[in-house]
């Protein structure tokens, strides 16, 4: 290839970055998409008392797979000549903007495209004036490129599977909540939340879950099956479109993709509120509800949900007792553990000085006065309205004074 030829392909993508950086919407999710991360681990510190996951070297790895991912997306945008208008660039971002006024789950870039191939489909259908809006935007939203959109969709949806393939392996956080009977319970935060660069666009889609009834591993493969929808949804409209000529596929299978994704997001608010956390606390054994990368603990090849009941030959029913037996041996844990399932199984390996005071096992708290967080939350960046407490002994969180939150 020669030089011409690739000067031909950086330039453009060079010139659309320039054009992204000019749009307020990057920096606003940007900022949300780190707020969310910079909260959860003080929420951490308060509920565990040390800092449990990394926050600034995985956001800047993130932020440089969205770029990495971007430039892909961007460039196969272009070579499908896809084009989207300024103004229209404009429309998009500015609804988003309004409609995470409303909740910031809305402001995924979905939701705001959707709208205005639906409005774009009813004035065409309708034959609406719009005699009250100046021409070029009038002309913006009646010529509304429905076709190129659904393919952006799509471009998203390659760029969400692609992320959450790559992001795979990456922490989660640990978090406390109030159960159905006022007792501390266990959960986890995940934030698959992606700003990707297509074209001059910021696009932002993902779920975040602040919750106790999926396993993280869970989240990330409903997170890969979103990914697929969107491709499908945004791929199989703009090639109806553009070889079918159904100018009502884009409105048809994008507005199918939301409700689904609604209906979706609204089984798991109802899972939330019904059932009970996967690591409640037991009468016998204590709760693991996680383990920090690289301890003894993760060693062990402990995992969340699972049950201590034997350390050391002694009998554990609380974090005392788990401490007190590993001083019993000082060169060697032995543990009895109960999984899922209810089967019990025996782990064990040497350990060495002050090995056994950093065993990094994170526990379910049954002791008064720990922090927790009132509700759950699902949806992307969603967690930022979740408010957190002491647990009393009602078990009722009292309201936290010393964090600022989003109201409602």
Avoid at 12 to 22: G, N
Avoid at 54 to 70: E, I, M, S
Avoid at 114 to 132: D, E, F, K, Q, R
Avoid at 301 to 312: D, F, P, Q, T, Y
Wanted: one cysteine or more; charged letters at 15%; aromatic letters at 12%.
């Amino acid at each position: 290839m020669g030089s011409e030829n690739v000067h031909a392909i950086v330039q453009p993508v060079f010139q659309v970055f320039r054009e992204l950086l000019l749009n307020p919407l990057l920096y606003l999710s940007v900022f949300l998409i780190v707020l969310e991360n910079v909260r959860q681990a003080k929420v951490e510190r308060k509920m565990f008392g040390v800092r449990v996951t990394r926050v600034w070297f995985p956001l800047l790895l993130r932020f440089l797979k969205f770029l990495l991912v971007g430039i892909v997306l961007t460039a196969s945008a272009l070579a499908l000549h896809l084009s989207l208008p300024w103004r229209q660039i404009v429309l998009v971002s500015a609804l988003s903007a309004l409609l995470a006024a409303f909740r910031l789950r809305f402001m995924a870039s979905i939701y705001s495209i959707a709208v205005w191939i639906l409005a774009a489909y009813l004035a065409t259908t309708l034959h609406w004036s719009l005699a009250g809006i100046s021409g070029p935007w009038r002309d913006a939203w009646l010529n509304f490129s429905s076709g190129t959109w659904a393919a952006t969709i799509g471009l998203a949806g390659i760029g969400q599977v692609l992320m959450t393939w790559w992001c795979w392996g990456d922490e989660t956080s640990p978090a406390l909540f109030r159960g159905k009977r006022g007792l501390c319970v266990g959960g986890f935060y995940t934030q698959y939340v992606y700003l990707l660069p297509i074209a001059p666009l910021p696009f932002l889609t993902g779920i975040s879950y602040l919750g106790a009834t999926l396993f993280p591993k869970q989240v990330r493969i409903s997170t890969l099956w979103s990914g697929f929808g969107m491709l499908v949804a945004g791929g199989g409209a703009y090639a109806l479109l553009r070889f079918e000529h159904l100018t009502f596929a884009p409105i048809l299978l994008v507005a199918l993709y939301v409700l689904v994704g609604e209906v979706y997001l609204l089984k798991l608010r109802v899972r939330e509120r019904q059932l009970d956390s996967l690591c409640a606390p037991y009468a016998e054994g204590v709760t693991i509800l996680h383990t920090i990368r690289g301890s003894v603990a993760r060693e062990l090849g402990l995992s969340a949900g699972e049950r201590i009941v034997e350390v050391n030959q002694s009998t554990v029913r609380s974090e005392y007792e788990l401490h007190f037996a590993l001083d019993i041996n000082p060169a060697y844990v032995r543990m009895k553990v109960v999984d899922l399932r209810g089967e019990a199984r025996l782990v064990g390996k040497p350990i060495y000085a002050g090995e056994r005071h950093q065993i990094g096992l994170l526990i379910v708290s049954v002791e008064d006065g720990v922090f927790v967080y009132r509700r759950r939350e699902v949806g992307a960046l969603s967690s930022l309205y979740a408010r957190w407490g002491r647990l009393t002994e009602s078990g009722s969180p009292i309201q936290r004074k010393d964090m600022p939150t989003l109201v409602e």
